[in-house]
Nanobody
Framework: QVQLVESGGGLVQAGGSLRLSCAAS????????MGWYRQAPGKQRELVAT???????NYADSVKGRCTISRDNAKNTVYLQMNSLKPEDTAVYYC??????????WGQGTQVTVSS
């Protein structure tokens, strides 16, 4: 069973930066794609960024140029560096293990709040 734990969220002013971390337990981290998703109150969960097991990345248009997803397989950790944060980025951010059929395991989430 895979367990994912997010950390690094908090309250920041618009224009600030945060680095989110997702630590994974289990023995399949290095062979799976990973992703970051976010969900604002009353909104659907949406994709933020993905990174394959080989390191290829993809980003939602809303964060492209402001966010960088990376992974350290030796530490079983995936990161999301977020810069130039906007109030619209306020949400609970989740990491997930992604299979070809879609996201599977989810973490509990970490809150990101961006003030004006």
């Amino acid at each position: 069973q895979v367990q994912l734990v997010e950390s690094g969220g908090g309250l920041v002013q618009a224009g600030g930066s945060l680095r989110l971390s997702c630590a994974a337990s289990g023995n399949i981290f290095s062979i799976n794609d990973m992703g970051w998703y976010r969900q604002a109150p009353g909104k659907q969960r949406e994709l933020v960024a993905t990174i394959t097991h080989t390191g290829s990345t993809n980003y939602a248009d809303s964060v492209k140029g402001r966010c960088t997803i990376s992974r350290d397989n030796a530490k079983n950790t995936v990161y999301l560096q977020m810069n130039s944060l906007k109030p619209e980025d306020t949400a609970v951010y989740y990491c997930a293990l992604i299979h070809p059929y879609g996201p599977d395991y989810w973490g509990q989430g970490t809150q990101v709040t961006v003030s004006s």
